[in-house]
């Protein structure tokens, strides 16, 4: 039997009120859950970019892209293995200031973290880090004791090492 493996979704989709219901849906009615899901502006004008992240297997993850591309809105999506990949996440941290001045400790996370302070006020600091999901969970787990004050974290981005051609495929359907 085939093992559920991680895999991240690239849409390349019309901006359209109503789609991120009806994607959801078609995760929400397999009984798929959603790990990350972020949308944002591509490289091509007019056209979103939304990045999934989800775990299942290779076949239903080939069901679910011949799904997806149903929708009237998507253009083109792919699914790609973790080694097909380079991503990141995002996190932000407001801690007390005085922790900043105080402990010496705090310094030495930051640093050794390649976390950046954000701003710095009397009451709190932001620090903001980017990286792998295990790097920022780490960087939570060594934070957590001096107390959190927020936490936020993005969704996964990503980018192929291969070239997309989704600009040579919109060429051809515009010509």
């Known amino acids: 039997m085939?093992?559920?493996?991680?895999?991240t979704i690239s849409i390349y989709t019309e901006n359209n009120i109503g789609l991120l219901n009806r994607i959801s849906a078609i995760f929400q009615r397999r009984h798929i859950n959603i790990e990350c899901i972020n949308t944002s502006v591509s490289e091509?004008?007019?056209i979103s970019k939304w990045t999934i992240v989800v775990q299942l297997t290779e076949e239903r993850m080939k069901k679910i892209i011949g799904q997806i591309e149903k929708q009237v809105e998507v253009i083109k999506a792919f699914y790609h293995k973790e080694e097909e990949i380079i991503y990141q996440e995002s996190c932000l941290f407001k801690i007390k200031s005085e922790l900043l001045f105080e402990e010496r400790q705090i310094q030495n996370i930051i640093k050794d973290s390649n976390a950046n302070i954000v701003t710095v006020n009397k009451e709190f600091f932001v620090l903001e880090r980017s990286g792998r999901a295990e790097e920022?969970?780490?960087?939570?787990r060594e934070l957590k004791p001096f107390g959190i004050m927020q936490f936020t974290r993005s969704s996964r981005i990503a980018v192929t090492k291969d070239e997309m051609?989704?600009?040579?495929?919109?060429?051809?359907?515009s010509n």
Do not use: G, P, S, V
């Open 2 to 7: 085939e093992e559920n493996k991680t895999y």
């Open 44 to 46: 091509i004008e007019n």
């Open 136 to 140: 920022i969970t780490l960087l939570y």
């Open 165 to 173: 051609k989704i600009r040579k495929m919109l060429d051809a359907i």
